[in-house]
């Protein structure tokens, strides 16, 4: 993940003026809750949480096609792993977004 130099955030806040004081503050408050997945624990732990949706997803759709209903405690963890794993998409998305913003001096 590409950080900025004085230089880009300089420039981009002559341009930009508050609106862009409040974009690199966004971007400052994303990158704490992302940068914890470059870490080794962190990736292991996204790993995981993908793993355990993959299992989940064809165990409730076996579970469905065999029993005719799947678990309601798996459906449940299934819905939480999808929305965890959706919130940190969008967060990397967005800062990548910003980033691009502030890099190009939009």
Known sequence: MSLLTVEQATNFLNKTGKR??????LLG???????????????ELIKEDIDRHEYLLTKTYEDIITKGVAEQADVI???????????????VNDYVKLLKDVENGA
């Open 77 to 91: 963890e299934l819905r939480y792993l999808r929305n965890r794993i959706i919130k940190l998409a969008n967060k």
């Open 29 to 43: 408050q994303i990158i704490k809750s992302i940068e914890v997945y470059n870490t080794d624990i962190g990736s």
């Open 20 to 25: 862009g004081s409040k974009t690199l503050s």
